[in-house]
């Protein structure tokens, strides 16, 4: 079955820099548009950025539009989020997705908190 493990999350002052993985296994990643959400408390899934399969195309939401990258490997079968420039309103936990868009994490995310 499908399962996306992330990490790579913590604590990082406004400014700073931190850079996300998700190991991907049970499907064919290399098959597959990828994507990062995230959740800050009490609010909804928030989609942030999406890479195609070959990972020639990337999109991001305009909150963080120039301040993240989306990667992909798809020999490894890895996805990365290179996150720089944080800001508070970037604080939540973050998750992996598989399908164009899609917003349903299935793994535990990996949490980021923004803050002095």
């Known amino acids: 079955q499908v399962q996306l493990v992330e990490s790579g999350g913590g604590l990082a002052q406004p400014g700073g820099s931190l850079r996300l993985s998700c190991a991907a296994s049970?499907?064919?990643?290399?098959?597959?548009?990828m994507n990062w959400v995230r959740q800050a408390p009490g609010k909804g899934l928030e989609w942030v950025s999406g890479?195609?399969?070959?990972?020639?195309?990337?999109y991001y939401a305009d909150s963080v539009k120039g301040r993240f990258t989306i990667s992909r490997d798809n020999v490894n079968n890895m996805l990365y989020l290179q996150m720089n420039n944080l800001k508070p309103e970037d604080s939540a936990m973050y998750y992996c997705?598989?399908?164009?868009?899609?917003?349903?994490?299935r793994g535990r995310g990996t949490q980021v908190t923004v803050s002095e």
């Open positions: 997705t598989e399908g164009f868009r899609s917003t349903t994490p």
């Open positions: 049970g499907f064919t990643f290399r098959l597959y548009f």
């Open positions: 890479i195609s399969a070959g990972g020639q195309n990337t």
